[in-house]
């Protein structure tokens, strides 16, 4: 009996122990249970917080957004009206600025035969002193000068910001030189084929045996003038056969090598133009001269048959063309503004201020880095910003030819 008795009690004390377990476990479990269901009630209030303060800024979003809608729509309508009235200023601007000229670019006494300060009394002084000199014959025999611009026209958009394009005004042929130096030009036949092109791809590259240096060339009668530089002394002007594909001429000038002929181009040293006339090249003989030069070549054989000091400063200017033998030269600000033609020299010394209004080219994109004139189209061609354009002018007679 004994050992039965220490069986049951071995075996109540086991099923006490274990009973206490449990208990203790499932209180365990009731108190995380508690803990967690605790913890999704914070959840669930800041959730809820949470979900209020979303809606608030959502509300506040919205007003805000109605009111900036609101501003903007009152702001677009107050710039429309500036725009409008900046146009009017525009065209005020425009009437104004063809009322005045240009600051002349001759002295006095460069400028007596054109404001007819010749007197009878003085004549007669003249005529007892036996001072008459002999007239100098006059460089150009052309009578027409720029008085205003009729059109503008943005052909298309290819290439670098800066570069060159221009037409033989020979034939219909339209030549592209990409960017500021290189050994290739790109030809076109037309300009109508230039503009329906889709890049230079489709036109005829030419590889060049000299590089070109400077958006400062020019295509006369089926030959291509070009400016190349490569020593620290010496420019040359190269003559380039376009149909052998030949060089046929070089000249060279004593140009410096650091030396820009637009202080807002830098990269052009040197400057080709042709006119009716012919051929001319604009530069600065050195870095110190603060004025533009012009000389009159030869196109035949290069040789330069005339020098002037056109007295037109090359500071903050952007751009010049010739057209009868006059120089326009085209001036800009740092800060790319509306290019102008401030300074106009007449090789001839027949132009009067009067004759030469203060011209504002059309507004564009940025800033020319070269201009063309075309004498049997009455054209320029402007590269501006990597935009090719062509400006129509109005021509008129000289008051004194």
């Known amino acids: 009996m004994k050992p039965v008795l220490v069986l049951l009690v071995s075996c109540s004390w086991t099923l006490i122990g274990a009973q206490n377990y449990y208990q203790a ?76 000229s240009p600051r002349a670019c001759a002295n006095k006494a460069d400028r007596v035969l054109e404001q007819e300060a010749w007197g009878l009394q003085e004549r007669e002084e003249v005529e007892e002193d036996g001072g008459w000199e002999e007239l100098q014959p006059r460089v150009s025999e052309c009578e027409e000068l720029i008085s205003s611009f009729r059109s503008v026209k ?22 592209i030189f990409n960017g500021t130096s290189g050994e290739t030009v790109y030809e076109f036949r037309s300009v109508q084929e230039f503009s329906r092109s889709q890049g230079v791809a489709e036109s005829r590259i030419i590889h060049l045996p000299f590089e070109w240096t400077g958006p400062g060339g020019a295509v006369y009668n089926g030959y291509l003038y070009y400016i190349n530089q490569e020593t620290d002394t010496d420019v040359q002007v190269i003559k380039y056969d376009l149909m052998s594909g030949l060089v046929t001429d070089t000249a060279m000038f004593p140009i410096g090598k650091h030396v820009s002929l637009y202080t807002l181009n830098p990269e052009t040293v040197a400057d080709l133009a042709v006119d009716d006339e012919g051929l001319w090249l604009l530069f600065i003989p050195t870095d110190s001269e ?72 059309p507004r564009r994109y940025g800033a020319h880095a070269s201009l063309k004139y075309n004498p049997e189209e009455k054209q320029l061609y402007g590269w501006d910003d990597g935009y090719q354009i062509i400006y129509r002018v109005t021509i008129k007679r000289k008051l004194l030819a």
Not at 57 to 86: C, H, N, P, W, Y
Not at 157 to 172: E, H, V, Y
Not at 314 to 335: I, K, P, Q, W
Request: net charge negative; with cysteine.
């Open 25 to 100: 476990l499932m209180d365990y479990l009731e108190n995380r249970l508690l803990a967690i269901e605790d913890r999704m009630h914070l959840w669930h209030q800041q959730a809820h917080q949470y979900h209020t303060e979303m809606l608030d800024f959502k509300k506040l979003t919205t007003e805000t957004m109605v009111g900036i809608r609101s501003d903007q729509s009152a702001m677009f309508k107050e710039l429309e009206g500036a725009s409008a009235r900046m146009d009017l200023v525009e065209k005020e601007m425009d009437y104004v600025e063809t009322q005045n």
């Open 154 to 175: 943005v052909l298309k958009r290819i290439g670098s910001p800066k570069g060159m394009w221009t037409r033989d005004p020979k034939s219909s042929k339209v030549y």
């Open 290 to 361: 603060p004025n533009i030069s012009l000389a009159k070549m030869d196109t035949a054989t290069l040789d330069i048959e005339q020098i002037w000091d056109t007295r037109c400063p090359r500071e903050n200017a952007e751009a010049a063309f010739v057209v009868c033998g006059t120089v326009y030269v085209v001036y800009n600000t740092r800060l790319a503004s509306r290019s102008r033609i401030q300074c106009v020299y007449d090789v001839n010394d027949m132009m009067v201020s009067e004759e030469a209004p203060l011209l504002y080219f």
